[in-house]
Every structure is written in C-alpha cells, then in structure tokens.
C-alpha cells in the first residue's frame, strides 16, 4: 500500500511511517520544513514538503493520487497558541479531507483527540483545542467520499510501547504510548472494516491485531 501521512515529522508519525515501511509498504510524510526530510528517511518514508496552512486542495490531491490510505496525523502542537489550532487541528484535517475526495483516495484515517467535540465549552487553549479536533471529525464524517475512521487516543505518552491496548467507541480515560497508538493505526489502514467508526484507545489487555479486528467485526 501507498500511504500518506499528514504531519509526517511528528512523534506519532514517525513511529507509524517506520512500522509502514517495515511492513513493506510505502509510506510518503508530508511535512513543513526541508529539514525534517532526513528524519523521515531514516525512518523509511518519503518526505514531501507541502504546507497544510499555505497549500491548495489541488496541491494537496495532487500528492495524495495513486495513495491506497491518507492519515492526517498533523497538530499545531502544545506551545502553539488558539489561532493554529484553528488553521492546523481543524483546517489543515478539512483541507487534507478535501484533498482525499478529489485524489480518489477513500481509506481515510484520522488522529483525533479524547474529548473532542466541536461543542466543548471554555476559553482556554486546549478548549480551543478540542472544539477545533471536535469540528475536524464531525467535517470527515460528513464526507460521502470517505471510508474515514476517527482514532481518539488518551492522555500520549513516550513509554515503550506494551502491543496491549483498549479500542472501544468508548473507554474513559487513560495514558497510552504513542508506539502503541502508531501501531493501531498501521492495522487501521488495511482495515475497512472499521469505516464508519470513532474510536477511543488507551492502554489495555489485548493484543493491537486482536483489538482492530474485534472492532471491525463490531
């Protein structure tokens, strides 16, 4: 499978671009600076640079033609004030579903938030924050086009992954290693079955095929 990654340079994407290109297949980053090329090499991936905040649909689309899945794994990151997390939580997730649509690509898979919900009440930053994920997940949803399915970790951690998680549509709240959140979307990718579906995941019991699998026969 050909399979781009939205936020390519990020902790969570790289760790899946690695699991990709060990699992034979071949994974494209997009990322923001030349810089960060490098890193995504050593990881097995191939590195585009395209910003998500500057580039058009068609720009987009025209790197996502020929891709078998598209995850938007992209976040304006913790230090980054409200404004970002409008134009790279929700606009960059709207434009890279846009995107998808037009390329034919319809495996779409998205890394959302735990309490996302274009609702959410406060003027914090990181209430910003969930409304911008909430309103990101409810756009994918509504597209006809997509075979989308929205993966909501909990609270991310640089533990070693355990290969050992929980993936319910709903699970409370709970940490999670970002290794074990890469390897769920790896299986995500080749896995239809979970279209449809909005998923939460923290760490758990059972094995990360075993998990994907039990919720794709949900």
Do not use: C
Request: charged share 25%; proline share 4%.
């Amino acid at each position: 499978m050909r399979i781009v990654i939205a936020g390519g340079h990020g902790r969570i994407a790289l760790r899946l671009e690695r699991l990709l290109s060990a699992g034979g297949h071949e994974a494209v980053g997009l990322i923001r600076r030349p810089e960060q090329a490098e890193d995504l090499r050593a990881a097995g991936a191939e590195p585009v640079v395209l910003d998500l905040e500057a580039a058009s649909v068609e720009e987009v689309a025209e790197v996502l033609r020929g891709a078998d899945a598209a995850v938007f794994a992209a976040g304006a990151g913790p230090a980054s004030g409200a404004a970002r997390k409008d134009t790279v939580d929700r606009g960059a997730a709207v434009l890279f579903a846009d995107a998808a649509e037009r390329a034919g690509v319809r495996r779409f898979v998205v890394v959302s938030s735990m309490g996302a919900d274009a609702g959410h009440a406060g003027d914090e930053v990181f209430d910003v924050y969930l409304r911008a994920k909430g309103a990101a997940d409810d756009a994918v949803r509504s597209r006809a086009g997509l075979e989308w399915t929205i993966l909501r970790p909990g609270m991310l951690t640089d533990d070693a992954g355990t290969g050992l998680v929980r993936l319910e549509a709903r699970t409370g709240r709970g940490p999670v290693p970002r290794d074990d959140v890469a390897a769920v979307l790896a299986e995500l990718v080749d896995s239809p079955g979970t279209a449809g579906l909005t998923l939460e995941l923290v760490g758990g019991s059972t094995p990360v095929p075993v998990a994907v699998t039990d919720v794709a026969g949900n």
